[in-house]
């Protein structure tokens, strides 16, 4: 007689569990995509059942994509039931860059140390390429992007980039605040092509000092677009398109949840930022 414990999972049953994962994750990224970009605002609230329905999904792979944005810190439970994203605030700001410029300053130091003719020049390509497109905010922050991933891969501290992985949703909403404030200007070239001069110069001090102060700036830009209503709530001006995802159609599920009298994702912009 065979033990039921030892038996194979049957083939079906792992199929459907990769695809209910993989729907999870899909549903995941759409919404972390959303709080970052500011189209789910800070503090709004989300229910499952209309998302669901939103989606064209059941409401599992959204339970599963909320639990993991939880665990980002990205939303958040309410005592009352439900969740609601994140607020943003002057407090949080100042520390997740506190911890962005350290790490980000690490990693500079350690590209100074490690970067070859190559890598240099890659750096300053995405530096002149960020000059030409300084007016188109969602470019600029692409590049950016690409600049500091660039570096990350260069200093090659595996360490480091587990760390700066934990925070990195955060430290993207932060971000875009930050670009709605300084688009067309041209500091935040300067302090690029000031980073990439001290690689290529073999200056891991001066890489650090440079990296940080350069986030620090960005903290500052972030934290004078927060307070003001008028920048801080403008949407990107090229929010990321929704994933082509299977998992996130435009169809409704089959056996769709009763509609809720309270809105998934409201249009009102809170009053109060804080936490």
């Given amino acids: 007689m065979t033990d039921a414990t030892t038996q194979p999972v049957p083939r079906v049953t792992t199929q459907l569990a990769a695809r209910r994962q993989s729907g ?25 059942p209309v998302l669901a329905a939103r989606l064209g999904v059941s409401r599992t792979p959204v339970r599963e994509a909320l639990r993991l944005l939880q665990a980002e810190a990205l939303v958040e439970e309410l005592a009352t039931g439900g969740v609601r994203v994140a607020p943003l605030d002057a407090d949080d700001l100042e520390r997740v860059y506190d911890v962005r410029s350290r790490l980000e300053g690490l990693l500079a130091h350690d590209a ?32 950016g992007a690409e600049f500091h991933a660039r570096i990350e891969t260069v200093a090659g501290n595996a360490w480091c980039s587990v760390l700066l992985r934990q925070i990195r949703g955060h430290v993207d909403r932060y971000r875009v605040l930050a670009a709605h404030g300084r688009v067309g200007g041209s500091a935040h070239v300067d302090e690029h092509r ?45 929010p990321s398109p929704p994933p082509a995802d299977p998992a996130i159609s435009t169809r409704r599920p089959a056996d769709p949840s009763p509609p809720t009298a309270d809105p998934a994702i409201s249009t009102r912009r809170p009053g109060d930022r804080g936490r």
Avoid at 117 to 133: F, K, N, W
């Fill in 194 to 238: 000031a980073v990439a001069a001290a690689i290529a110069a073999g200056d891991p001090e001066n890489a650090e000092a440079v990296m940080r102060a350069h986030i620090e700036h960005s903290a500052a830009t972030a934290e004078r677009t927060l307070a003001d209503p008028a920048i801080s709530t403008r949407r990107p001006a090229d």
């Fill in 24 to 48: 999870a994750r899909a549903v995941y990224e759409h919404l972390r995509d959303q709080i970052i970009t500011g189209d789910l605002a800070p503090a709004e609230r989300i229910t499952e």
């Fill in 112 to 143: 100074a140390e490690r970067a070859t003719p190559d890598d240099v020049a890659a750096l300053d390509r995405l530096v002149d390429l960020m000059d030409r497109v300084r007016d188109d905010e969602a470019e600029v922050l692409r590049i």
